[in-house]
């Protein structure tokens, strides 16, 4: 349940130098780059964030997760974005209900949910075609 900041840094910067190739990129404009971006951190971010302030279990390496999540999914543009996001919350969910079924997990049950959020991502990232499938 430890996110170490190493790992978020190195995703971070991956962050920006794929930012920066499709600034380079001719057939993509720059603020349409930027502003997909910049709306993909306040998709990911702001509904954590909140979360956070109002008293509900997430954690800090998820806060500092997001924000790079939300850029990578930005890259590939903000609807990208909010689907990996939508998907992430689904699989996180869809978890918790097995968990509490089963009878394995309860209502107080904590989820990582960096898993999640990283797979959410990952998803749509492949998706989109930004990442490579795996084979």
Do not use: N, Q, S
């Amino acid at each position: 349940r430890r996110l170490p900041d190493t790992y978020t840094l190195v995703m971070a910067l991956g962050a920006l130098l794929g930012g920066g190739c499709l600034l380079l990129a001719p057939d993509r404009g720059r603020t349409g780059v930027l502003v997909d971006v910049a709306l993909g951190v306040v998709v990911w971010t702001l509904p954590l964030l909140v979360a956070r302030l109002t008293g509900g279990a997430v954690g800090l390496g998820d806060l500092k997760l997001v924000p790079v999540l939300g850029a990578l999914t930005g890259l590939a543009g903000w609807e990208t974005a909010v689907a990996g996001l939508v998907l992430a919350f689904l699989g996180a969910g869809a978890h918790a209900l097995a968990l509490v079924v089963t009878g394995a997990g309860g209502m107080r049950t904590r989820i990582p949910m960096g898993p999640w959020l990283i797979g959410g991502a990952l998803l749509v990232l492949v998706a989109e075609g930004f990442l490579p499938p795996g084979g």
